[in-house]
């Protein structure tokens, strides 16, 4: 099952804008049922002259089975596509 959410307001007033699990909202039933919980980042959405134009993290906030961390992708926006970034 793949549930979405939308994230609380709160997030805008932090400087840093990457989600946490406490970010989504009426996070309480959905952070505790959740087997794994993945954010998309992308600075550019916040930052207009950001160095990381076409760059996104992929963050994972929770893996009951495994571990946590962040993967930075390429965004291919006309395509709606993640790419592995090129070497």
Known sequence: VVALSQLNRELERRPNKRPINA???????????????????????YNADTEHKGIAELILGKHRNGSLGTVRTAFIPQHTRFENLSA
Not at 26 to 31: K, T, W
Request: aromatic share 8%; glycine share 4%; proline share 0%.
């Open 23 to 45: 970010d989504l909202r009426d996070s309480g039933a959905l952070e505790q049922d959740a087997d794994l919980i993945l954010f998309v980042y992308r600075d550019e959405v």
